[in-house]
């Protein structure tokens, strides 16, 4: 059970207050309250303007499955869809502004609200099975940082 309290410090800004988390160790629970703590007055856009190769398409945010760089190219799986962009996935990543995006391997970030499934693949990765029956590989460099935004 996570316990709070005020402490008043007249020297602290009431803009840019400090907040300090104790506790014993630093488990992945305490991980994701100091991620959610940092992320707090960032506000998180409903809807993403997405360039294609023809047009500009509005793509609510909470629709993307997963982000996905093949040849060059940033494939967007959506509930609707896939989209074609010329987006740098680590432009899209810093737009999205939110945490339930995370990064699995150096092409690919899923949103963790359409994850369904994660299996043992080859040599330390994972498979990731998504809504739509969208899949993707989890590389092993990326299956720690994973597991602590599940909370695992």
Do not use: C, W
């Amino acid at each position: 059970m996570i316990h709070s309290r005020f402490e008043q410090q007249s020297d602290i800004s009431v803009t840019d207050p400090e907040v300090v988390v104790k506790a014993a160790s630093q488990e992945a629970d305490i991980l994701t309250l100091m991620a959610y703590i940092d992320h707090f007055d960032q506000s998180q856009p409903a809807i993403l303007p997405v360039k294609t190769s023809d047009r500009l398409m509005m793509v609510k945010t909470a629709d993307i499955i997963l982000a996905d760089i093949q040849q060059g190219q940033l494939f967007l799986y959506t509930a609707t869809g896939v989209i074609k962009s010329k987006e740098p996935l680590v432009h899209l990543q810093k737009r999205l502004a939110n945490p339930d995006f995370v990064q699995v391997s150096k092409h690919a970030i899923l949103n963790l609200n359409h994850l369904f499934t994660l299996s043992d693949s080859f040599s330390g990765n994972m498979t990731a099975s998504l809504a739509n029956q969208v899949k993707t590989d989890v590389s092993r460099k990326y299956v720690k940082s994973l597991m602590q935004s599940l909370g695992i």
